[in-house]
């Protein structure tokens, strides 16, 4: 099979002038000590300290770590009962489900795609421990409405902010504002290291409890600090660390952070220029941004009308050589969450806007001629139909 003339993304990696990737990378061959918690696995959590405003970030080696962590740290436990959206990536359900605890997947708002804070309360049972706030797209959820159910209601509010690195809430970063936040550096994501995450404690009550899980449940970290004179098993936990080479690459992909957001966003904004006819015709429908939201420019979609009109177009991109995917299975609908999950109310828009949503090719570097073509393919669909 051909690749794509245009792909789907592509890494934003500095190689030469540009970023410190190789450099970083050399430096730390050099020590030959490649194992982490090293220099800069030290950088990395000091710069998201800093910049994100929350008292503890901790690099894992994939977000998918960061959130099992959160369900650790949670103390979930079989028949406890997590609320989450149904439209978010496994790892959001298998971190709560591998505690032995149940997902109950709600409905998402139509205009966001992020789980309905209006739903949230009839789901609360006895059961629940948790709210899995999933931020689509680099959008944020409606945090101050979760926050406060959470609060009333002796819940943790969890966020899932594995796409919203760079993008705020009123003024304040994703990841920063529940009591556990989860990032993610994958190569498809905008600040890369191959593989990798991060956990951010943003309550002081976990900061001491994260540090042990994250070392496979022993308190090795006091005993480097020489807080104690030996370390042992003291908690449940793994091995959640990344290697200092994939901390060396998010380092320097973290130096510019600004500048691949920026480049990121500047697409994103032409797309939604482009699209405002066939949306104003109401034959497609495009991003919602609340205005007290900044968005990274991490995804951009468009929902078409039928999943028939959706698969159609995906078929008339890939003929022209761009590549284009859509955006989840439900995980109500899937095997494992009907074993695994609930749900609470219907579904229908979680089911309408999967069956309709398509992600176009964005990523720092795309050309302005590859954006004018993706677009002209699309609008010379609709023309036909």
């Not at 800069?40 to 405003?53: A, D, G, P, V, Y």
């Not at 109950?104 to 739903?119: G, H």
Request: aromatic residues 8%.
């Amino acid at each position: 099979m051909s690749k794509p003339s245009i792909p789907y993304h592509q890494p934003a990696l500095g190689i030469g002038h540009e970023g410190n990737e190789l450099v970083y990378l050399q430096e730390v061959l050099k020590t030959r000590q490649m194992m982490g918690d090293g220099p800069f696995t030290k950088r990395c959590h000091q710069w998201l300290e800093s910049h994100l405003q929350t008292p503890k970030a901790l690099l894992t080696h994939s977000c998918t770590a960061a959130l099992e962590m959160s369900a650790l740290l949670a103390d979930l436990r079989p028949g406890d009962e997590v609320i989450m959206p149904s439209f978010t990536f496994v790892s959001t359900a298998n971190a709560v489900a591998l505690r032995g605890a149940t997902p109950v997947f709600i409905d998402i708002r139509p205009d966001t795609l992020n789980l309905d804070e209006n739903l949230v309360e009839a789901a609360i049972n006895p059961r629940t421990k948790a709210i899995f706030a999933v931020h689509y797209a680099g959008i944020s959820c409606e945090l101050d409405a979760l926050m406060d159910i959470a609060e009333r209601r002796k819940l943790l509010l969890l966020e899932d902010a594995a796409q919203g690195l760079m993008a705020e809430y009123k003024g304040r970063a994703l990841g920063s504002i529940g009591h556990l936040g989860s990032l993610s550096f994958h190569e498809t994501k905008n600040i890369v290291s191959g593989e990798g995450g991060a956990l951010l404690v943003n309550s002081a009550h976990f900061h001491d409890r994260a540090e042990i899980i994250r070392e496979k449940g022993t308190n090795r970290r006091q005993f480097l600090r020489g807080q104690i004179d030996k370390y042992t098993w003291v908690d449940l936990g793994s091995s959640y660390l990344p290697s200092e080479l994939n901390a060396a690459v998010l380092m320097a992909q973290l130096e510019r952070a600004r500048e691949i957001t920026s480049a990121r966003v500047e697409v994103w904004n032409q797309y939604y220029a482009a699209f405002a006819d066939l949306d104003a015709q109401g034959r497609v429908k495009r991003p919602t941004v609340p205005k007290h939201c900044v968005h990274n420019g991490h995804i951009f979609y468009l929902l078409a009308g039928t999943l028939e009109e959706r698969t159609a177009l995906l078929a008339q991109l890939k003929a022209a050589g761009i590549a284009s995917v859509f955006h989840y299975i439900p995980l109500h609908s899937a095997p494992a969450g009907r074993k695994y999950g609930r749900t609470a109310g219907t579904l229908a828009h979680t089911d309408s806007c999967s069956e309709r949503l398509l992600r176009l090719p964005l990523w720092a570097g795309i050309t302005a001629g590859d954006v004018a073509r993706i677009v002209e393919v699309i609008y010379d669909f609709y023309r036909r139909r």
